[in-house]
């Protein structure tokens, strides 16, 4: 089977407790922390920033965190993401003058990197470029707002990443942003998808009505994947 991974979208926590909500899904078997960083320009929202991200780190956060930037420009962030302890850095390649140069200043800065592609974006992007990415980020809704339904259309870009990446031969995760929730992540990673961004399907879908207990929601997407 497939090294499937669940990252909870820190964008639907509670972040007046959000040390504590991170805590909490990794301690429920998350394994990524996905971090959504907006700049009320690239898309029409305002989120979170490196000091976050560090704030993270000193907490206690020891799992990988996987930076999404939807930010332009993006090389001036990078840096201050990679000092802050990110793990993964992807952007999105409309948002960089240079692809290329972007990938590798994210390695140069000792992080992971991907590219991250809006649902009308075409993965013509990724032409010359696999030899410098570490995760393909596919976004099933439109960037700026969670708690958006899943474009359906994504499979079938999923299905045509997963020909790449394998094709290519480098070790690329393949992973997925928008509606993912425990009722369709069977068929997104029967589509080709290895990581699975979800943010109100875990974060808004805690059992007994205690939002800060995530076991159970965690527990069925791993049987979900399971088959």
């Given at each position: 089977?497939?090294?499937?991974?669940?990252?909870?979208?820190?964008l639907s926590?509670?972040?007046?407790?959000?040390?504590?909500?991170v805590d909490?899904?990794?301690?429920?078997?998350?394994?990524?922390?996905?971090?959504?960083?907006?700049?009320?320009?690239?898309?029409?929202?305002?989120?979170?920033?490196?000091?976050?991200?560090?704030?993270?780190?000193?907490?206690?956060?020891?799992?990988?965190?996987?930076?999404?930037?939807?930010?332009?420009?993006?090389?001036?962030?990078?840096?201050?993401?990679?000092?802050?302890?990110?793990?993964?850095?992807?952007?999105?390649?409309?948002?960089?003058?240079?692809?290329?140069?972007?990938?590798?200043?994210?390695?140069?800065?000792?992080?992971?990197?991907?590219?991250?592609?809006?649902?009308?974006?075409?993965?013509?992007?990724?032409?010359?470029?696999?030899?410098?990415?570490?995760?393909?980020?596919?976004?099933?809704?439109?960037?700026?707002?969670?708690?958006?339904?899943?474009?359906?259309?994504?499979?079938?870009?999923?299905?045509?990443?997963?020909?790449?990446?394998?094709?290519?031969?480098?070790?690329?995760?393949?992973?997925?942003?928008?509606?993912?929730?425990a009722d369709?992540?069977?068929?997104?990673?029967?589509?080709?998808?290895?990581?699975?961004?979800?943010?109100?399907?875990?974060?808004?879908?805690?059992?007994?009505?205690?939002?800060?207990?995530?076991?159970?929601?965690?527990?069925?997407?791993?049987?979900?994947?399971?088959?």
């Amino acid at each position: 089977m497939p090294d499937y991974q669940i990252a909870p979208s820190i964008l639907s926590a509670d972040f007046a407790r959000l040390g504590e909500e991170v805590d909490n899904v990794l301690a429920a078997g998350a394994d990524i922390v996905h971090f959504d960083v907006m700049d009320n320009h690239y898309v029409p929202n305002l989120t979170i920033g490196p000091l976050v991200c560090e704030a993270l780190r000193k907490h206690g956060v020891e799992a990988p965190i996987d930076v999404h930037l939807m930010v332009r420009p993006v090389d001036r962030i990078i840096p201050d993401f990679a000092a802050a302890g990110a793990s993964y850095i992807t952007f999105h390649p409309e948002a960089s003058d240079h692809v290329d140069r972007s990938l590798a200043l994210i390695r140069e800065q000792g992080c992971k990197s991907g590219l991250v592609f809006n649902p009308a974006t075409p993965l013509s992007w990724l032409d010359h470029v696999l030899d410098k990415i570490d995760m393909v980020l596919l976004m099933s809704v439109n960037p700026g707002f969670g708690g958006q339904s899943f474009i359906p259309a994504t499979l079938d870009k999923l299905r045509s990443a997963r020909r790449i990446i394998d094709t290519s031969g480098y070790p690329i995760r393949l992973e997925v942003d928008g509606g993912v929730k425990a009722d369709n992540i069977a068929e997104i990673a029967a589509a080709g998808a290895d990581t699975f961004v979800s943010g109100s399907g875990i974060f808004g879908c805690a059992e007994e009505g205690d939002r800060h207990r995530y076991d159970s929601i965690i527990a069925r997407m791993r049987a979900a994947l399971a088959g």
